[in-house]
């Protein structure tokens, strides 16, 4: 069974820095991205970064320049550093990873519980 479990965030004062990090990953066979998206109440769950197996990043035009996305074939693990925190960067933040668990099967996608991160004004 995959989970995902990520570890990190909680509360800073803007223009402040945060990092995230995430593990569970080794259950999965095969990986095509491994990053992390957020979620505020009411709203759709959007992207902020990804990474793929080959460590080729995509970032949200709004986290561009700030944060930085990062993995760990050998601890198999990916981490987000978050600089220049702005307060609308405040929500809850999910690992995610899209793989399978097999040889065979379609490639899903896992997620971990969340943590939440609040940047103060």
């Known amino acids: 069974q995959v989970q995902l479990v990520e570890s990190g965030g909680g509360l800073v004062q803007a223009g402040g820095s945060l990092g995230l990090s995430c593990a569970g990953f080794?259950?999965?066979?095969?990986?095509?991205?491994m990053g992390w998206y957020r979620q505020v109440p009411g709203k759709q769950r959007e992207l902020v970064a990804v990474?793929?197996?080959?460590?080729?990043?995509t970032y949200a035009d709004f986290v561009k320049g700030r944060f930085t996305i990062s993995r760990d074939n050998v601890e198999k693990t990916v981490s987000l550093q978050m600089n220049r925190l702005k307060p609308e960067d405040t929500a809850v933040y999910y690992c995610?990873?899209?793989?399978?668990?097999?040889?065979?099967?379609?490639?899903?996608?896992?997620w971990g519980q969340g943590t939440q991160v609040t940047v103060s004004s």
């Open positions: 995610n990873a899209n793989g399978r668990p097999g040889i065979v099967g379609s490639a899903r996608d896992y």
């Open positions: 990474i793929t197996t080959g460590g080729l990043p």
């Open positions: 080794e259950r999965l066979f095969a990986i095509n991205t």
